[in-house]
């Protein structure tokens, strides 16, 4: 197998871990008040981006060209929720730091062709998504840049930027070793 093959392959299985791996550095290398700040946000706009997506796919009911997710909405083609966090996450970043938004291109892309690659969404889901991605990216980080939240709360978000990721891995670990056993 190549490369690429086995790179879209962790992608699809565990989506968030690059991001992770992102905040967390960003979490040591940032003084801890911007961190606290850009984490929460992030949380916000994850939140916000999976919403647009998801009642987009319940809109639209496209058929997906392979099987993928039997759960509800999910499991629909247009958007590709990869799609939308990805691509909307240079554009929100864009507001915190033009640099990491840079950054964030490469992936963004890779995470688009992933998506084709493997079949799992079509080229006009990936397109929905980026779009979507766009709007919610640019809208979010442009309200929520300076948005500041009381500390409770801001403390609170960050927590689930850092735990919800390590139990969607542990789900989706769990969800695949019962599909194996049956």
Do not use: C, W
Not at 29 to 51: D, G, N, Q, R
Not at 65 to 88: C, M, N, Q
Not at 105 to 128: E, I
């Amino acid at each position: 197998m190549d490369l690429a093959y086995n790179v879209y392959r962790i992608i699809d299985s565990i989506p968030e871990f690059p991001y992770f791996l992102l905040a967390i550095v960003f979490v040591f290398t940032e003084p801890s008040e911007k961190s606290m700040h850009v984490l929460s946000m992030l949380f916000i706009y994850v939140f916000l981006a999976l919403a647009v997506g998801i009642i987009v796919k319940y809109l639209l009911k496209t058929q997906r060209p392979k099987e993928r997710y039997k759960l509800f909405v999910i499991g629909y083609d247009v958007p590709s929720l990869h799609t939308i966090i990805a691509v909307g996450l240079v554009f929100f970043t864009y507001f915190i730091d033009p640099v990491y938004s840079l950054l964030l291109v490469p992936l963004a892309v890779v995470y688009m062709h992933s998506r084709v690659s493997l079949g799992f969404h079509t080229k006009k889901a990936v397109a929905v998504g980026a779009f979507l991605g766009v709007v919610v990216g640019f809208s979010t980080g442009q309200l929520l840049a300076h948005m500041i939240l009381p500390g409770d709360i801001q403390l609170f978000f960050v927590m689930l930027v850092l735990i919800i990721p390590l139990l969607a891995t542990y789900l989706r670990i769990i969800n695949y070793r019962r599909l194996q056993d049956s």
